[in-house]
């Protein structure tokens, strides 16, 4: 008898580490970013930098809850600028 392996079951790939200076993220990417974390909309009709505060993004103006509400406020695309030091 033959026994053959089909790989595995998921074709989930593993997420890249997202590094300082990294562009073109979706907000969903940049959702589970660590505390502290700054980010920079490249596609933002009023561009300024964003921080993870606690459970929220916030920039100078603004606040976002979710990924959504980040990305309703800016688009997609960010630039990572620092990377916090967790939560």
Avoid at 45 to 68: L, Q, Y
């Amino acid at each position: 008898d033959v026994v053959r392996y089909a790989g595995p079951l998921t074709t989930t790939l593993p997420t890249p580490l997202i590094k300082v200076g990294d562009t073109g993220l979706t907000a969903e990417q940049v959702w589970g970013l660590p505390k502290g974390s700054v980010i920079w909309p490249e596609r933002a009709m009023n561009p300024e930098p964003w921080m993870r505060w606690g459970d929220t993004w916030k920039s100078i103006s603004e606040f976002a809850g979710d990924a959504c509400e980040l990305q309703c406020a800016c688009g997609d695309g960010f630039t990572v600028l620092r990377l916090g030091g967790g939560d």
